[in-house]
């Protein structure tokens, strides 16, 4: 409650992501006969994948979840994952093959995992809040309810992924080029300039559909310990892309001076944010 009021009070939105049914081994601790028992041969081998798709309780589970997350956060949007779900811990289950025939699903495991995030997107719907899920879901599914956002992270292909999603009717989130918890050596933050988000092919309606972007800092590299000095100031340079009107924003060298300065007020207010250049602050040099 204190982050989302922190947020709050300075017009910042609170949006959570439950990720399901990958990247869920840590819910598996506390929630058993959630996860997907995997098999080696006729006996479970002791791991767990993904969450069973295929039993009621995982459905109970996830409603309790959901009806807790709207009691929680305020804000109408919430994201539901979807992404890198892995299929062998499935295939390799009694169970669920089992599951698959009874459903008709033939060997296509992207059927039930579609299954799946339709039954949770379903929920999500009628708690009157709407889902944000990841490219996977749409990737592999049709039938996606019309108000979904669909978030793209795969950099290879955002452009044609944007024309496709927004043919479709859909609202997008970009995050593909801003995954700035990846480092390179030098001014990486330059790229987040060069970033178009309605340069794709497609109409003027379908360029009214991309509502926005997110910078990514995931975790696997990043603790309390550099968090703030990658996050800054390489995500102010993503924010005034996405905030400011794009053509007088592209330039990253005339951006430099603004951002540098941005980044001198971080400091002065105790942010470590990290250097872009050589270079000082003023106040770093006041009263010497
Ligand atoms: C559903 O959510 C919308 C947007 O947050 C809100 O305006 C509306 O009052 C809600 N409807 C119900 C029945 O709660
Ligand atoms: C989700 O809702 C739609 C529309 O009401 C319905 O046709 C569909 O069968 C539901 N899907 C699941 C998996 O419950
Ligand atoms: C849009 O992108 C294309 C290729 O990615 C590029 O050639 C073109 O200059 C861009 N359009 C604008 C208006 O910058």
Redo the contacts with the bound molecule.
Sequence with gaps: YMVIEHARMRGIRVIPEFDSPGHTQSWGKGQPNLLTPCYKGDVPSGSFGPVDPTVDTTYKFMESLLKEVKFVFPDSYVHLGGDEVSFACWQSNPNVRTFMEKMGFGKDFTKLES?YM??IM?MTAALNRTSVVWQDVFDYHERIPQDTVLEIWKGETYQAELSRMTKAGHRVLLSAPWYINHISYGQDWRNSYAVQPQNFSGTEEQKKLVIGGEVAMWGEYVDATNLNPRLWPRACAAAERLWSDEEKTMNADLAFPRLEKFRCELLRRGIQAEPLFVGHCKHEYDGL
């Design positions: 299954f339709e039954s379903n």
